[in-house]
Nanobody
Framework: QVQLVESGGGLVQPGGSLGLSCAGS????????MGWYRQAPGKQRELVAT???????NYADSVKGRFTISRGNAKNTVYLQMNSPKPDDTAVYYC???????????WGQGTQVTVSS
């Protein structure tokens, strides 16, 4: 059973920095693409950043140049480094994993990020 567990959310000041982590278990993540999505109150869930099993990254335009996604050497962890966050980045952030072999998607439980002074 695939499980994704996020950590690292919380309150951060505008212009500060915050790191999110997600640890996957229950499968061989070397064949998975992973990433982060977010959902703000009253809005749809949206892509933040993704990274393939080969290391190719993709970012939403709104976070390019400020956020960095990376994976651990064991491939079952994914990180999101948030630099210079803005109040508009306030949302629940969800870890995401896509099994490229079976075409299945998995989600973490979400972690709240609040950007406020």
């Amino acid at each position: 059973q695939v499980q994704l567990v996020e950590s690292g959310g919380g309150l951060v000041q505008p212009g500060g920095s915050l790191g999110l982590s997600c640890a996957g278990s229950g499968s061989s993540f070397s064949r998975y693409a992973m990433g982060w999505y977010r959902q703000a109150p009253g809005k749809q869930r949206e892509l933040v950043a993704t990274i393939t099993n080969g290391g190719t990254t993709n970012y939403a335009d709104s976070v390019k140049g400020r956020f960095t996604i990376s994976r651990g050497n064991a491939k079952n962890t994914v990180y999101l480094q948030m630099n210079s966050p803005k109040p508009d980045d306030t949302a629940v952030y969800y870890c995401y994993a896509h099994d490229t072999l079976w075409g299945r998607d998995y989600w973490g439980q979400g972690t709240q990020v609040t950007v406020s002074s």
